[in-house]
């Protein structure tokens, strides 16, 4: 087709910029627990180190590989997920950690199914949607085979269960369908059947009720469901306009449980202070606004859904678990991208980052 | 319509625009928590981060007046672990064992629980020197040394009232050491540190050591050994008579200083929890409440001298009895004194006397002038648990009220109030304020923080008043119903009394509170003292008044004088008899025909000095011998005879 040009520089630059902030923060928020637990403060920082060489590995080498390969072989990839998510629920398969069945994989070494899921639904979607645009204008053609699709990925995932990554697919699948050109008043009816389920599950399960109360008024439960919610706002007040200094959060010493993954982020905050959380929330609007820019430009318009789709997913995740860290949302359990302690799910995200490079290529304009 | 790639740019561009919102309202939310309500967020970071490791202070100490200590604290380091910092539990344990000995397992398990901080029982607490420096030089991670003390008493139950006791973790319960719990109690220190959510220090982080400031000794103005001689005699009265209660104050009449206050039954502060509740948190001196009897006869004296409404040289005869609205109210002596100087009246303390002179002074008059010796209310002393007595509401009293308050009944008063009216009359006309605390004083400096220097209250009577009525008591003991604390060289004046209590609702025939007045010397007092026995029984035969009232305060103010290094004086009123040279003669009063309740009453109110054989029984004297009016020797036996009707009138 067309010439294929150099990528967006900007995209794997800032990518690395908050690679490396990431690696050191790991080493600094897991010094305590790796020496607690391994006995080696450099744990989990040798780890983060692996993953992320892995990933950057698997980043350059997607960043050259067509994208639209995932076009041809879409359903087979989807297929793939579907049987993995599905093997995953069979006990003694799939490994249950912190408190889900989420994980295959031998050892201190596994994938999450889900995370594989993900790209491969946004990947699939994108492939249906492009291959006949129009479809969007009818409810029954347009919106029910995709959110059918989507609703079997996350009814498999919430038999895990996994809610923050099933809330990630849903905001994502949504970006992406609406991008697609689906009619509002469609979404509007999505949107309250949404609710409904969200409403469900609750009722389902009284515990994700009782974590969305504690955001609401962590005080009220210092013991229980508010506790991560306090340790990370006292994390943030802690750290103040420009923080306590690198390596010196108190927050870290056991007060917050796994400082390195889901609340990486209140450790950066306490450490660098208001200073260090904005730059990083600047360098994620950056990545994102280069994502949505290669979406733009991209030539056909699976590359411009499926971009869409990455950096959706990458913004989502970033909105969930600040949101989270910063108590504007009830805790679901999502990483940070590129900064929390995350082996497969980190190189999975950068290769989802060399697939965008990849698609930024192709710009035209 | 067409979806066209325009479209989708469009839409993706509304999706950049929502996330841009988004990240506006993240770093929005940062600016809140990390700079707005940063204060907020970090008090809460404090409290959860920051340990403290209470250090007591050194509990001050109670002092007599000449500052001896009476109650110190006698501190000891004691052994502090804070579990979460100790690492290695087995090591520690086993350290700590070869030091302070004891059990290792028993070390551990106390290293083992789950506590902020445990004291290491009971091997580990109030340890010596060496014990002390070797664990010092261990310096093991989580072990702390601590000051720790115990409230020792080097004198025993001196004092244990006013001083009172402190409870498990030193606070003042009673007493002394409750009024002034603040000063002696100090403030405490602190070892703080920040910990991590074991409670365990991070390292590289500081340590804050607050130095707990010791309390502030409390002087008192007790003299140990005044207080030694009214307890030695308290111990007297208690082997000879049995009583319920016994209290005993001396006081310093110029100051308003206390110099001794005891009380029965009394106990050892250091063991109070085995002694009833009422015996370690009461302060008889200043809560009990009772009907003073005669002693009051002062108060009633001194405002008719005052008001002029008397001359002590005016005549006034007595049949007996006193017709009041009605009612006969009899004197203590069956017949009377016949007629009399005021003088003797006061010498006899006889009733009729008395209800004359209420009268003359009128309800107003006369009340005024007990709310102004103090009566009706607290008199303010620094202690705890005060009572304020009981006086008839102006508006209730008749003539009947009137003519009883006049010779001490139907009032009710506490010992305290006493001593500070006959206080009044000893330095010459002026309430003061009782002062049972001299000084504070910085137990490390030596400094002295504060003085109480005397209150006056107010002047109740003039100089010349006060001199008459000093005087006048000075005659009670040296020839009248006070003889028995006479003390030749001393010049002791004073006032017996007798009250009875009211049991059911009623007099009771034989719980009676006697007491003594006395103040020394009379031309110059330098000492009031005052006892009242709460019930005595004397054994075998019941002896009477004056006998076990008086004596007491003979002995404690002529004591008491001679450590003072007062000089005896021979200026006084020479007794009717030299104390034994000559053989004293008393007189028997008339008992046949009476009740014998009201033969034991007279009995004490006359200060006779005789002992009862009873004969038979019955509730009346049918006969006596030898017969009324006879002369006998003190300490001599009167035979009662005893039947059922007051026939056959001897």
Known sequence: MQNTKSPDFVIPLVTVILLIIGVVMVHSASTVLSEEHFHDAFYYFKRQLMWASLGLISMYVMSRVDYRLFARYAPHLMLMCLLFLGLVLIPHVGQVRGGSRAWLGIGTFGIQPSEFAKFGLLIFLSWFLSREPDRMRSFRKGMVP?????ALVIGLIMLEPDLGQSAVIAGATMIVIFVAGAQVKHL???AAVGLLAFAALIAAAPYRLARVLSFLDPWKYPDTIGYHIIMSLIALGQGALIGVGLGHSTQKHLYLPEPQTDFIFAILSEELGLIGGAVVVLLFTVLIWRGLRAAMRAPDRFGSYLATGLTGVIAVQVFINIGVVTGLMPVTGITLPFLSYGGSSLTLMLTAVGILMNISRY??? | MRITQTKVRRRIF???????CGASLLIGRLVHVQVLAVQFYNEKAVHLIRRNIPLPAVRGEILDSAGQSLVYTASAASIIAVPRQIK????TAYLLWKII?????????????PKLMVYIRPRGRRLDEAKVKAIRALRLPGIYLTEEGKREYPYGDLAAQVLGVTGGEGQGLSGIELEFNQVLAGQKGALQFVSNARGEEIPQTNDDYIPPVPGLDVELTLNRQIQQFAQREIQNIVAKYAPDHVTIIVANPNSGQILAMANYPTFNPANWRSVPQQVYNRNLAIWQTFEPGSTFKI????????EKKVNLKERFYDPGYYEVAGHKIKCWKAGGHGSQSYLNVVENSCNPGFIQLGERLGKTQLFSFIRAFGFGKKTGITLPGEGKGILFNPSRVGPLELATTAFGQGVSVTPIQQVMAMSAIANG????????????INPTTGQVVKTFQPVAVHRVISPEVAAQVRDALESVVAQGTGGAAFREGWRIGGKTGTAQVVENGHYSGAHYIVSFIGMAPVNHPQLVAYVAIDYPRPKGTPVFGGVIAAPVIGNLLADSLQYLNVPPSLQGIPKKYRYGIDPVLTTVPGLAGRSYKDAVRTMLESGTILRVAVVGEGPYVIAQAPKEGTKLPQGSTVRLYLGPAPSGAG
């Open chain 2, 299 to 306: 108060v009633t004296l001194a405002a008719a001298l005052q």
């Open chain 2, 14 to 20: 509304l999706v950049l625009l929502a996330f841009v």
């Open chain 1, 188 to 190: 509007v009816a999505m």
């Open chain 2, 88 to 91: 290695d539990k087995q090591r």
């Open chain 1, 146 to 150: 995709p959110l059918g699709v989507m």
């Open chain 2, 429 to 440: 006309g002026i309430l003061m304020k009782p002062e049972i605390v001299k000084a504070f």
């Open chain 1, 363 to 365: 710009a035209h304009y």
């Open chain 2, 101 to 113: 000995g004891g059990t290792e397992q028993g070390i551990l398990k106390l290293l083992s629980q």
